[in-house]
């Protein structure tokens, strides 16, 4: 006599599931991230996702900052390797604004890449390329060790500040009034220089903000 079709299946004719690994949950976290948003790469989303327990997923990741901080190190091997062509000062432009383009992808990542602490392999190899383009210009290691930290700082900062829902068009417009409106008797200098303060394209900005920041690491020495 046979079993009725809903009858539950005994655990040993289940199939077995893949073993965890933390590669796998990163890979999971990633396709997460990419169809759901940041807001959904939890222990319990990925616990769920991955059919486990969230306890078990403790044992490769110690908490969702080290979980983001993974994630974003996977994303990172999109930025692609060192393009060729063009001056030292280029090809760095062309790197750093490959990982802002990234960070504009993933509004949510941009933010959370402000404070993560990423140690993976894409990360290193970010900060070798970067290094070693600097390396290439002739920057000081000491200011070439500090500057590397302070261009990714300007391209996080610039992601997460325009990419995603940021502040809506009624509030550019409030502050373009504002800047426009200002009196030449108590605030000269806005008055003076509101069409510059408001003028340029993102991108524009943010590549003038990299030149800036490569002639400064350039030319100032790092405090003994």
């Known amino acids: 006599m046979t079993g009725r079709p809903d009858t539950p299946r005994s655990r040993r004719e289940r199939p077995a599931k893949p073993a965890l690994t933390r590669e796998g949950i990163v890979a999971a976290a990633v396709a997460v991230l990419r169809a759901e948003g940041l807001r959904k790469v939890t222990m319990r989303r990925l616990a769920e996702e991955l059919d486990t327990g969230p306890a078990s997923l403790y044992v490769y990741v110690r908490n969702t900052a080290e979980l983001h901080a993974a994630v974003l190190d996977e994303l990172l091997g999109t930025v692609g390797p060192t393009p060729a062509g063009g001056s030292w000062r280029e090809r760095l432009e062309r790197v750093l604004t490959a990982y802002t383009a990234m960070l504009f992808d993933h509004p949510e990542l941009a933010r959370s890449a402000l404070t993560a602490r990423p140690s993976g392999p894409h990360y290193l190899n970010l900060i070798e390329n970067l290094l070693a383009l600097l390396d290439e210009g002739g920057v000081p290691p000491a200011q070439a060790a500090w500057g590397v930290d302070l261009l990714l700082q300007h391209a996080t900062a ?12 009624e ?29 340029g394209t993102p991108q524009a900005r943010l590549t003038w903000g990299f030149q800036a920041l490569i002639s400064g690491i350039e030319r100032t020495a790092v405090p003994e």
């Open 158 to 169: 610039t992601a997460a500040e325009h990419a995603g829902d940021g502040a809506s068009k």
């Open 171 to 199: 509030d550019w417009d409030a502050v373009a009034a504002a800047l426009h409106a200002a009196s030449e008797r108590t605030h000269p200098h806005i008055a003076g220089l509101a069409g510059p303060l408001l003028s």
